[in-house]
């Protein structure tokens, strides 16, 4: 079985006010209702709050834990259960617009939405107009109009 290692040195972490950790060292998620409430980093960071973004939206998660799988082939018995879990809307809806939503992409197109978290993207961009304003050179009009009257002298 050939497993694949996924480094995540680059990849911005962001905070995420439903995650807490526990006094014996667990992340947990005050949104699961149903199944483990303790995660992992990569279960948080597919989490479908994140994908919406929205701060209308009202929801609450299921986490779903793969069952192990016992293969038996050749005499030889393994144990596959190398599935993430994977996080679910148990219930969610919109505050503003009074409908339930089943999957992320209903809110994909709505007008009303309105971003909770700012993505890397949009935190990145008041930077790079800062740097770029940082050289910008504004005249004084009082110091030009003296050296330009005594040139014309």
């Known amino acids: 079985m050939i497993q694949q290692l ?25 949104r699961i209702v149903e199944g483990e409430n303790h995660v992992s980093p990569d279960v948080c960071r597919d ?12 929801f609450a998660l299921r986490q779903i834990l793969p069952r192990p799988l016992l293969v038996r082939f050749n005499g030889r018995t393994e144990i596959w259960d190398d599935q993430p879990a994977e996080l679910r809307f148990e219930r969610a809806a919109c505050a503003l617009r009074v409908l339930p939503i089943d999957h992320p992409r209903a809110c ?21 107009r800062r ?12 110091r030009e109009a003296a050296p330009a009257a005594a040139r014309s002298a």
């Open 6 to 30: 996924s480094l995540s040195l680059h990849r911005p972490q962001s905070v995420c006010e439903h995650r807490t950790v526990s006094k014996d060292g667990r992340i947990l998620c005050a």
């Open 47 to 58: 989490c479908p709050f994140k994908a919406v973004n929205c701060r209308h939206l009202r």
């Open 108 to 128: 994909a197109a709505c007008s009303l939405r309105q971003p909770l978290q700012a993505s890397a993207e949009e935190e990145a961009a008041p930077a790079q």
């Open 131 to 142: 740097a770029a304003c940082a050289g910008k050179v504004v005249p004084f009009a009082g």
